[in-house]
């Protein structure tokens, strides 16, 4: 059973939904400056679903963090807009308080990523109104954010020790390497061997089963962080089998779409160590929520990243203000996957590596209009819904 955790309940009772103008949900398609691939796909662009919510002079802006296609997770931009615009804004209503809008969402079933974009953007768009940013409507304190990058599948070895070198020389705090069947212990022994110091480790995106032990066993002589989700998308008690046999901790990331799965990976083993990404476990609330659960049970989280456009990032960084949050996570600067981005200020590192979130209300970054037009797909205003 789920233990009773909830330390934003009392601030769940203070918001309410203002009164809405309008709703735009935007797709927006922007390239990367390198294609990034994993086990189970390539993607050579960030497709995401905008969610515009209006409030007289105020704008809330969410991002549901889904691909156009369900390589990473079942849920897609389409789907997300489908079941944002037939059901989520159908039932909200202005005056709501954001206990009854989770009660709401909750009836709703899985589709975490369209919930996050919508409750998302509430929360941008209450905190503007409030003049307040985003860790201070939760209670949190203004840091410096650690910073990490995720670097894909390659060709060939010594392009991935390019790539590898080059984030050694950015000072990124960790660095991440995708693995899948056949690109794995090699590769990762080469790049062990030329950074031996390195805080180092590796995301197989589900691309292993069970038969496959000996093989991430022999993962344990690189002295790895941890492995992230070797096994399939939607395990977790295979995961608790592994974890038993290798002494690498376990991270889980897909298989994680609520507390509710974080209780059960830690109850059974799992992992060691969360990745939460906010946009995958239906928004800044419950990610908050199972940062302070982990965080009480000894499992260290960190902060995971979809490729997202800058709005989706700032989300991501207000997030690991969060004391929970002791890993350094999947938040890199803004020109390692766009030319040009939708907000502005863009994502930095300074010489320490280290993040600073922007002071304005709300996800602090100013999203850029004539921007998103350049890289627009579809726009719908669904005014009048709410
Ligand atoms: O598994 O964490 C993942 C990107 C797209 C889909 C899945 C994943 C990723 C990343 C990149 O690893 C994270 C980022 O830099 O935002
Ligand atoms: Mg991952």
Redesign the pocket.
């Known amino acids: 059973m789920t233990p009773m955790i909830n330390p934003y309940n009392p601030l769940l009772e203070e918001l309410f939904i203002p009164g809405i103008d309008t709703v735009e949900a935007i797709t927006v398609s922007l390239p990367f400056v390198t294609p990034?691939s994993?086990s189970s796909f390539t993607w050579t662009c960030k497709e995401a679903l905008l969610i515009k919510i209006t409030s007289g002079a105020f704008s809330g802006w969410g991002e549901c963090v889904a691909d156009p296609d369900p390589y990473?997770s079942p849920e897609t931009t389409t789907s997300g807009l489908h079941i944002i615009k037939n059901f989520i804004l159908p039932q909200l209503n202005s005056g709501m308080s954001f206990t009854e809008v989770e009660k709401m969402l909750k009836h709703i079933r899985g589709n975490m990523m369209a919930k996050a974009a919508v409750e998302n953007a509430l929360l941008d768009l209450i905190a503007k109104m409030k003049g307040v940013p985003l860790y201070k409507l939760f209670g949190l304190e203004k840091k410096k954010i650690m910073s990490g990058i995720?670097i894909g599948i390659k060709e060939s070895i010594p392009e991935l020790i390019a790539s590898v070198d080059e984030a050694v020389d950015r000072n990124y705090h960790r660095i991440?390497m995708k693995i899948k069947k056949g690109k794995d212990v090699e590769w990762v022994e080469a790049v062990r061997n030329k950074h031996p110091f390195l805080q180092l480790m590796v995301?197989a995106?589900g691309d292993y089963t069970t038969d496959d032990i000996a093989l991430l066993k022999e993962l344990d002589n690189f002295n790895l962080l941890m492995i992230e989700q070797p096994l399939s998308y939607s395990d977790i008690y295979q995961h608790s089998k592994l974890q038993k046999e290798i002494t690498t901790p376990l991270c889980l990331?897909e298989s994680i779409h609520s507390l509710d799965d974080a209780v059960t990976a830690v109850e059974l083993g799992s992992c060691r160590i969360i990745?939460i990404k906010e946009g995958r476990v239906g928004g800044m609330l419950e990610a908050l929520r199972i940062a302070d659960y982990s965080q009480k049970h000894g499992i260290p989280v960190w902060s995971?990243?979809?490729?997202?456009t800058g709005i989706g990032r700032a989300f991501n960084l207000h997030l690991q203000t969060a004391s929970a949050f002791t890993i350094p996570g999947?938040t890199?600067e803004t020109k390692r996957y766009f030319k040009e981005d939708i907000v502005t200020p863009p994502v930095e590192l300074d010489d320490e590596g280290f993040i600073d979130i922007p002071d304005d209300p709300g996800i602090g970054a100013t999203v850029l209009e004539e921007s998103i037009l350049k890289f627009e797909l579809s726009r719908e205003f669904l005014a009048g819904v709410i």
Do not use: R
């Open positions: 990034f994993i990473y995720s991440k995301d995106n990331d990745n995971g990243g979809m490729d997202e999947d890199s």
